[in-house]
């Protein structure tokens, strides 16, 4: 879990990044996009989106205000967005690692075969 503080109309809220909290901006985020799509199904997915902001609301201390709870999901949303950017990042960066190791390791034992004969 990683503590994030974040600001929102001047005042200071925590929040634990949780593998929850993550998974439930991923789904407002999809839920805000079925809305958009179909219009129609607004009325569909409007408990859904009003159950996940809840969910994500309650992640956060101190309380959240409604004047503040817009601000608030906006800065989740947005440190979300930026932390799985930041893991897709390290993962790719690993990836491109275990790429090289595996080409220098490759050459290696062609080079040591070569030096056999």
């Known amino acids: 879990m990683i503590s994030q ?17 993550m998974m439930d901006a991923r789904r407002l985020k ?15 997915v409007s408990s859904a989106i009003s159950n996940t902001i809840t969910q994500l609301a309650t992640a956060v201390e101190p309380v959240v205000s409604d004047g503040d709870l817009d601000g608030v999901i906006q800065a989740i949303m947005k440190v979300v967005d930026e932390k799985a950017k930041e893991v897709a990042e390290t993962k790719s960066k690993l990836v491109e690692d275990e790429v090289k190791t595996r080409k220098s390791s490759g050459k290696i034992s062609k080079t040591a075969k070569r030096s056999k004969k």
């Open 5 to 21: 503080e974040i600001t929102v109309n001047g005042k200071k809220f925590r929040l634990l990044l949780t593998d929850q909290l």
């Open 30 to 44: 999809a839920l805000y996009n079925a809305a958009y799509e179909d219009p129609e199904s607004f009325e569909e």
